[in-house]
């Protein structure tokens, strides 16, 4: 089964994207982007690893088998297809650990939530427009 997550890397701000805090602006966002030389580094590692890797601005796309993420990862990934909308599709068994040769370079690797498709995510309210 092939697989894409997001490879989040390590700023040049040491700021950090995936803790859930970070609050990026206009005038904030260099301090979250990696430098090229990082991301050129990350991009030879995971390639090493086994992963296909595009370009996604302030991360890297890396795409793999089930195995190739649970080897690298060092953990066991249960995906369930099923996921609802805004739920993860991709599960690990414990906390990621990334290989030596990418420390410092990835901050961590995140899968993406199934998307809402259609109409309003579960619980929120539709827009009125002014129609009604």
């Not at 090229?36 to 595009?54: H, P, Q, Y």
């Not at 190739?68 to 805004?86: K, W």
């Amino acid at each position: 089964m092939r697989l894409s997550a997001e490879a989040i890397l390590v700023s040049r701000g040491n700021r950090s994207l995936s803790d859930g805090s970070a609050q990026v602006t206009a005038e904030t966002v260099d301090a979250f982007a990696p430098d090229g030389g990082t991301k050129a580094d990350a991009r030879r590692v995971l390639e090493r690893l086994g992963f296909s890797v595009a370009d996604a601005g302030m991360s890297l796309t890396i795409e793999g088998e089930l195995e190739t993420f649970e080897g690298a990862l060092g953990v066991r990934l249960d995906v369930s297809p099923e996921a609802a909308p805004g739920e993860a599709m991709v599960t690990a068994s414990g906390d990621l650990q990334l290989p030596q040769e990418a420390r410092g370079l990835v901050e961590t690797v995140a899968f993406p939530k199934r998307a809402h498709l259609f109409g309003p995510p579960s619980g929120k309210q539709r827009e009125s427009h002014g129609q009604g």
